[in-house]
């Protein structure tokens, strides 16, 4: 059971921005600095794409950043492109007995 | 390259078995923590086990303890999950996948995953 919510989906226009929410209702989350970000295309293997809240892995854009405030993670895509429509995840430390966030759909219009 | 590629993957009846293998490369495998997450048709991802660099701590989501196992032979830079009594809820992909930070309380495992594999896809049928 995942103790990190997700909206369900999330669009924007490219070179627009866009941003992702993670919500945990546990205290644990709102103490706990490693919060990751995957994104899927479906049939392929995930990416993680932001670590420990605000960290980019080597060759991920700087247009995707995270941040964290109490119980909430963000994700932001800022200039959206054609290619960032995909499925994105966060993962943390929240209690739950799945680390992984429910998903949420980026449509790029 | 680094790299993982899962195999094994299949169509199966319920109650049988299946065994998944992980092959990796371009890595120094046995100074890494090790993970098997699945994502079950229109769901999200789901962790279902982690394994120590040396194979001596294991940990499973509760929905397959005590029916899937995971093990990893070092020496063939391999990582396995044997599933036994499979039900038609295991329908999933699976993905072998490398982790970056474990971090284990009270059984559960919340890995940052560095490195994934493509997938294996299991189908029990019913």
């Known amino acids: 059971q995942s103790a990190l919510t997700q909206p369900p989906s999330a669009s924007g226009s490219p070179g627009q921005s866009v941003t992702i929410t993670c919500t945990g209702t546990?205290?644990?989350?709102?103490?706990?600095?490693?919060v990751s970000w995957y994104q899927h295309h479906p049939g392929k293997a995930p990416k993680l794409i932001i670590y420990?809240?605000?960290k980019r892995p080597s060759g991920v854009p700087d247009r995707f950043s995270g941040s964290k405030s109490g119980n909430t993670a963000s994700l932001t895509v800022s200039g959206l492109q054609a290619e960032d429509e995909a499925d994105y995840y966060c993962?943390?430390?929240?209690?739950?007995?799945?680390?992984f966030g429910t998903g949420t759909k980026v449509t790029v219009l | 390259e680094v790299q993982l590629v899962e195999s094994g993957g299949g169509l199966v009846q319920r109650g049988g078995s299946l065994r998944l293998s992980c092959e990796s490369s371009?890595?120094?495998?046995?100074?890494?923590?090790m993970s098997w997450v699945r994502q079950a048709p229109g769901k999200g991802l789901e962790w279902v086990a982690n394994?120590?660099?040396?194979?001596?701590?294991?940990y499973y989501v509760d929905s397959v303890k005590g029916r899937f196992t995971v093990s990893r032979d070092n020496g063939e830079n391999s990582l396995y999950l044997q599933m036994n009594s499979l039900r038609a809820e295991d329908t999933a992909e699976y993905y072998c996948?490398?982790?970056?930070?474990?971090?284990?309380?009270?059984?559960?495992?919340?890995?940052?995953?560095?490195?994934w594999g493509q997938g294996t896809t299991v189908t029990v049928s019913s």
């Open positions: 371009g890595f120094t495998f046995n100074i890494y923590w």
């Open positions: 996948a490398r982790v970056a930070h474990n971090h284990c309380i009270n059984g559960v495992c919340y890995p940052i995953v560095d490195v």
């Open positions: 420990e809240v605000t």
């Open positions: 993962s943390s430390y929240a209690g739950g007995t799945n680390p």
């Open positions: 394994i120590k660099q040396d194979g001596s701590d294991k």
């Open positions: 546990s205290s644990d989350f709102g103490g706990y600095n490693y």
